[in-house]
Each structure stands twice: as C-alpha cells, then as structure tokens.
C-alpha cells in the first residue's frame, strides 16, 4: 500500500504487527534506544501502513443512524499531550440533521481525552480512505461536546 516500507528507519524489517485485537494491546513501537534502556526486544520505531479493521456499514448508512449530529470533514490543527492523552483539535464539517447531511460548519473545537473518547466509539464504518497510508474508516461516535459555530 502507499507507504509502505522494507525497513524503518532504524533498518528494522517491516513485518505485520497487530498493535490492539479486539480492545487488548498485543504489541508496543520499541526503537532500539528504548528497547536497551526498557530490556525489551525492538519491533520498530514507528508504524507504516496502519489499517483499522472495518465495521459493515458504509458513510450514508452510520450518518442515517446517528439522526443528529456533527460530521467532521477536515481538521483544523490543534494540539494534544501525549503523556496524558488530552487533546484539542479544531475542525470542519456539516451538522447531521434527521439523517441527512444539512448545513455546513467551521472553526469549531473538540476537547477531550483520547482514551476517553475511544470509549464512546459506536461504530466503525467499512469506507476508508484508499490514498493514505493511514487505512482509516468513519468512525462514530456517542456524547462528544463541540463547541464554536
């Protein structure tokens, strides 16, 4: 796929590495300097070609299920602590509104925690992105707070 890679940027040779498998992190990015400093065996120093397993509805169907809602379109920048996981991102999209893709939106903001907001996923849709090295499908989400206009 686009990005892919033989060896990373260490010369570690690429290979597929589940990182979670339903809810359970089966395996961790270790680089070779933190892989002497932890005693753990490196696996790499980063990933290429990340896939999210696909859920069995496509975009039409998740924006009819969620009646009303926002559906994020682009994201502004915004920034996030890795340490902890709380995150600000500014964003685009279009209100959802009785199942139907209505009015445009922008300069609006979500706050959170990443480990928090993965807890209200809802849905997975089977649509991703194929120009990417990121294979990502719409996710939905439940009680996510936005705001701005």
Same mark, same amino acid.
């Given at each position: 796929?686009?990005?892919?890679?033989?060896?990373?940027? +260490?010369?570690? &040779? =690429?290979?597929?590495? %589940?990182? !979670? #498998?339903? *809810?359970?992190?089966?395996?961790?990015?270790?680089?070779?300097?933190?892989?002497?400093?932890?005693?753990? =065996? %490196?696996?790499?120093?980063?990933? &290429?070609?990340?896939?999210?397993?696909?859920? @069995?509805?496509?975009? =039409? #169907?998740?924006?009819? +299920? =969620?009646?009303?809602?926002?559906?994020?379109?682009?994201?502004?920048?915004?920034?996030? @602590? %890795?340490?902890?996981?709380?995150?600000?991102?500014?964003?685009?999209?279009?209100? !959802? +509104?009785?199942?139907?893709? *209505?009015?445009?939106?922008? +300069?609006? /903001?979500?706050?959170?925690?990443?480990?928090?907001?993965?807890?209200?996923?809802?849905?997975? *849709? /089977?649509?991703?992105?194929?120009?990417? &090295?990121?294979?990502?499908?719409?996710?939905?989400?439940?009680?996510?707070?936005?705001?701005?206009?």
């Amino acid at each position: 796929g686009l990005g892919s890679r033989h060896f990373d940027g +260490e010369g570690i &040779s =690429a290979k597929r590495m %589940p990182v !979670i #498998e339903a *809810g359970v992190v089966r395996n961790l990015y270790v680089d070779t300097y933190y892989g002497r400093k932890l005693g753990l =065996a %490196p696996t790499t120093g980063g990933g &290429s070609n990340r896939v999210i397993g696909l859920g @069995d509805k496509n975009l =039409a #169907e998740l924006i009819a +299920e =969620a009646g009303t809602g926002l559906y994020v379109t682009n994201w502004l920048g915004g920034n996030s @602590d %890795p340490t902890t996981g709380d995150f600000s991102l500014g964003l685009r999209g279009h209100l !959802i +509104e009785n199942g139907k893709i *209505g009015a445009p939106v922008g +300069e609006m /903001n979500v706050t959170g925690n990443l480990a928090a907001i993965f807890k209200s996923l809802i849905a997975v *849709g /089977n649509d991703p992105y194929p120009y990417s &090295s990121l294979r990502a499908p719409t996710l939905m989400f439940e009680n996510v707070q936005f705001s701005g206009t």
